[in-house]
DNA sequence: GACCAGGACCATT
DNA sequence: AATGGTCATGGT
């Protein structure tokens, strides 16, 4: 078996560019010449080629599912494009605009720390947060000669012995007290994150929404970015100023009429749907 | 300087 | 069920 600090993954259809910067993921770099983040603990620099994403790694890799199951780099995404509704000129357009836009499989507490922060703040600042929190509480890694250095996302375990007044100096207001209340749930083991992924869609948002600071929006959004579950449809500003637009004349509708008309409208891959809808109106000059 | 941001929560109606 | 206020902080 071959172990080195570089490899090619073959994808079709990935727009690596839209896909970081979609407000999936808050941790992510970009540099001269490439992506950089950390995956399970590894840093990574991604860069994209014909049919392909460029990996290096710092240490060398003797396999790389952790990194496919990040990227899901193995998905076709056109099977998921065809079950999009038919007749639906506004998706098809979210979709021409940003072709190869991908939904990444994300560590889950790392993804629902980083969404108990995004609460009204726009995603400049939840990365300047996140990026803080990583500093100066996240594992160091290893990084090539040359770079600057990296962190991984703190544990929950580390957060969860932090004070609010700790969490506040890294600028997240309010949500302190929701961060540090979910780490310490989780520590105690009332919640296991990877517990959630076997239940069913309605019991694995309940579970969620148990948690301090987590309603049904940062709910869905780890249902859906962490767990897979791809009719999870997080309703933010956004999503809902873009569904009020296209489908609804510009009336508003409340949150949870507009979950139902997902559920109803775009089907078994709403959750996708939502994500090309979210980074279309938001990128979309007017 | 006003307005807004990938909201949640609580108290009222 | 639906509305309104409150909670920090910084971008536009």
Redesign the pocket.
């Known amino acids: 078996m071959s172990c080195t600090c570089e490899t090619r993954l073959p994808v079709r259809d990935y727009d690596l560019e839209a896909t970081l910067t979609?407000?999936?993921v808050f941790a992510w770099e970009r540099m001269a010449d490439g992506w950089v983040g950390v995956v399970r603990g590894r840093w990574v620099k991604l860069r994209p080629a014909a049919e392909a994403i460029l990996v290096q790694t710092a240490q060398p890799q003797s396999e790389w599912s952790w990194l496919k199951e990040f990227l899901q780099s193995e998905l076709e995404l056109a099977t998921v494009l065809t079950t999009f509704p038919r007749e639906d000129p506004h998706l098809r357009a979210a979709v021409a605009a940003c072709r190869g836009l991908q939904l990444l499989r994300q560590e889950p507490w790392e993804c629902l720390a980083s969404?108990i922060l995004?609460?009204?703040?726009?995603?400049?600042?939840?990365r300047?947060i996140v990026r803080t929190l990583g500093e100066r509480y996240g594992e160091q890694v290893s990084v090539p000669a040359g770079h600057p250095p990296g962190f991984a996302f703190p544990t929950a375990q580390t957060v969860a012995n932090l004070t609010e007044g700790a969490l506040?100096e890294c600028?997240m207001?309010?949500r302190a007290p929701?961060l540090l209340g979910t780490a310490r749930r989780i520590v105690e083991g009332a919640l296991v994150p990877e517990s959630i992924r076997q239940l069913p869609l309605n019991e694995a948002r309940a579970n969620l929404?148990a948690?301090?600071?987590?309603?049904?929006?940062?709910?869905d959004?780890v249902l859906l970015f962490a767990y897979g579950f791809p009719t999870a449809f997080?309703?933010?500003?956004?999503?809902a100023?873009a569904l009020s637009r296209f489908y609804f004349r510009r009336n508003r509708l409340?949150p949870?009429?507009l979950r139902r008309f997902a559920d109803e409208h775009f089907g078994p891959n709403a959750g996708y749907a939502?994500?090309y809808l979210?980074h279309y109106i938001?990128t979309q000059p007017g």
């Open positions: 979609s407000g999936q969404f995004s609460s009204t703040k726009q995603i400049a600042q939840i300047q506040r600028k207001g309010f929701y929404m948690l301090p600071g987590v309603g049904e929006k940062i709910a959004c997080p309703v933010d500003v956004w999503v100023r409340s949870a009429r939502q994500q979210f938001r």
